[in-house]
């Protein structure tokens, strides 16, 4: 009888930095007992990792580097604690009082390893923290430099005056002269310096937003370059966080920013307003603003009254709607806000549409703008055709963005 060839299929998953992070999780979640007199750091770790159901790796060459060995012994009792507290606990009885292993997680194990051997655990994220930065300054700074332009092109400096005075006589600069004459057919060089070379200066903590500085400064503080810590690196631009660091602290700062910003109110004021504006001081703003941004909503409120078509303040409630309108003559507004909160990104959002009636053409706006305790945007409407150069802007602020 033929035997039937039998197809065997491996599938390997690929691991990440996000299943290291899970396994920092889970060795938090999970409850272990220890009652060690004299064990050996092998053994005691090789418990916690069975009580645990959580895979567990000593990095014994890293940490012979620092002194500890498989066989250093170890007095514990803990009961009923989380297993990361426990191995935190076995790691700080080992090494002397400068150097103890550190718990890291690396290829979607935890990892028991020296300061040294976590440096090659390291991996960049980028953390979205728009929602808990406030616009207010660079909004003002913006604004300032538009109405100076603005002011600039409606009343230009008078043309100098012309010069009637006689040329002054100038010496021609003399070439040095060169020791070493000139090989025939050779052409004269100009003599230079060479600049030296200025090597780029370590971010200065100073540079970044206060709350920027704040995370550092709760979060390893030792560790970042900035703060005199060569071991992990944090930069923002425009509200986007970029980290590179080890497990540890990319869990710990994660777990911050989820904190800052479930703590945001779930009802805050709320700023509404149609804006009508000219072409080229709407460009200005927004070569000096990002599109569509809160410091763009709040500089456009900040060039004056005038400009303001329809205002409302109002209360933005996390999921609920609000509506607010007005019929005044030849204009007619209509606005909805939802308000929601999204818990896989950990921010809020605000669902805003407007419809403007005005001298008889109308026009409406739909769109989501990402905020938090303070935040907003700026939604565009559709050109009616009355005048070619005016824009209609839709502008919401949330909370004390200015």
Not at 138 to 162: E, I, K, N, Y
Not at 362 to 383: D, K, N, Y
């Amino acid at each position: 009888m033929p035997i039937a060839p039998v197809l065997l299929v491996l599938a390997v998953a690929a691991v990440g930095p996000g299943d290291s992070l899970d396994r920092l999780r889970e060795l938090e979640d999970r409850t272990v007992a220890a009652d060690y007199e004299g064990v050996a750091a092998e053994t005691a770790i090789q418990d916690i990792s069975t009580q645990s159901g959580v895979a567990i790796w000593a990095d014994w060459e890293a940490l012979r580097g620092i002194g500890i060995g498989r066989d250093d012994e170890i007095t514990l009792r803990l009961r009923a604690v989380p297993a990361r507290a426990a191995l935190q606990a076995v790691a700080l009885s080992l090494g002397d009082e400068e150097n103890h292993p550190v718990v890291e997680a690396d290829e979607g194990r935890v990892v028991l390893t020296s300061t040294r051997g976590a440096a090659a655990l390291r991996f960049t994220r980028v953390y979205d923290i728009r929602s808990l930065l406030s616009d207010a300054s660079r909004a003002a700074t913006a604004t300032d430099a538009v109405r100076q332009s603005l002011r600039d092109r409606q009343d230009p400096l008078p043309p100098p005056p012309p010069d009637t005075s006689e040329p002054s006589q100038v010496e021609e600069p003399v070439a040095p002269k060169r020791d070493v004459p000139l090989i025939p057919g050779e052409r004269r060089r100009p003599d230079f310096e060479i600049p030296p070379l200025e090597l780029p200066d370590e971010p200065e903590s100073d540079d970044l937003p206060p709350l920027v500085r704040l995370m550092m400064d709760h979060i390893d503080p030792d560790a970042w370059i900035g703060l005199g810590g060569v071991r992990a690196r944090m930069d923002e631009r425009a509200g986007l966080l970029m980290v590179t660091a080890t497990p540890r602290l990319h869990l710990a700062l994660e777990r911050l920013i989820e904190q800052l910003q479930q703590l945001q109110s779930d009802s805050v004021p709320l700023e509404i307003a149609v804006i009508a504006i000219d072409a080229a001081p709407l460009e200005l703003l927004e070569r000096r603003l990002q599109p569509g941004s809160a410091a763009l909503a709040a500089a456009l409120l900040e060039l004056g009254p005038d400009s303001i078509v329809w205002r409302t303040r109002t209360v933005a409630t996390a999921g609920a709607t609000s509506s607010a309108e007005t019929l005044d003559g030849a204009l007619a507004v209509h606005v909805e806000t939802v308000r929601r909160f999204d818990p896989a990104l950990g921010r809020f959002s605000l669902d805003l549409s407007v419809k403007v009636r005005r001298d008889g053409q109308e026009s409406s706006v739909r769109g989501t703008l990402v905020t938090g305790a303070q935040g907003g945007g700026v939604l565009e409407l559709p050109a009616t055709g009355t005048d070619s150069g005016e824009r209609l802007v839709a502008v919401a602020l949330v909370g004390a963005s200015r």
